[in-house]
């Protein structure tokens, strides 16, 4: 299905680079695509395999433990049924360090963690527990205080003042967070 999706959109952008007489920019822009989308992947890969590894040795030096006590009291508050020392917990909690940090790459690994432990624990495993949904929405919000990967991103683009997003990356990102995990509290069942 996707590939379709892309085959379409090739074609349409090539029927109408020769309707409109660039052909040529088209075709660049085909080839250059390629090269540019591999760059990208490696300088995002680099940044996520170093923050990766770092997140792996604050978990082996106990870091992870002493953040998922620093934040018992959020993690009580947002997932009352589990253990705040549980091993889900500080899946959760490191996860959202990272993107707190803005290290959103980094993070996915350890959100894949975290839903490992809640569907073991979870009663019914082919449905989503509130826990689930409640994490869920939270790391898809992001909260972030500093965007590391999009400024890295703004000024590999030549941008003068790369973190000057900050009180709008503040304001969405928190906005976010507390509109979804509202509405996942209030509409989801156990």
Not at 45 to 72: E, N, P, Q
Not at 139 to 151: D, E, F, K, M, W
């Amino acid at each position: 299905m996707l590939n379709g999706i892309w085959l379409g959109l090739m074609l349409i952008s090539l029927a109408g680079g020769m309707l409109t007489g660039r052909t040529q920019a088209v075709t660049e822009a085909l080839l250059n695509g390629g090269k540019n989308t591999l760059t990208f992947m490696i300088t995002l890969g680099g940044s996520m395999c170093l923050w990766s590894g770092i997140l792996r040795v604050a978990d082996k030096a106990g870091v992870t433990r002493l953040f998922a006590r620093l934040v018992a009291p959020l993690m009580r508050y947002l997932f009352p049924n589990l253990p705040t020392d549980g091993a889900a917990c500080r899946a959760m909690s490191m996860n959202i360090a990272a993107n707190v940090l803005g290290l959103g790459n980094a993070a996915t690994p350890l959100g894949l963690q975290a839903m490992k432990h809640l569907q073991t624990a979870a009663r019914h495993k082919e449905y989503a527990t509130r826990n689930m949904v409640v994490f869920a929405v939270l790391n898809t919000a992001s909260v972030q205080i500093i965007p590391t990967t999009v400024a890295a991103l703004r000024a590999q683009a030549g941008s003068a003042a790369p973190f000057s997003i900050l009180p709008a990356v503040w304001v969405t990102s928190l906005g976010a967070a507390v509109v979804a995990v509202t509405v996942a509290r209030v509409f989801g069942k156990e």
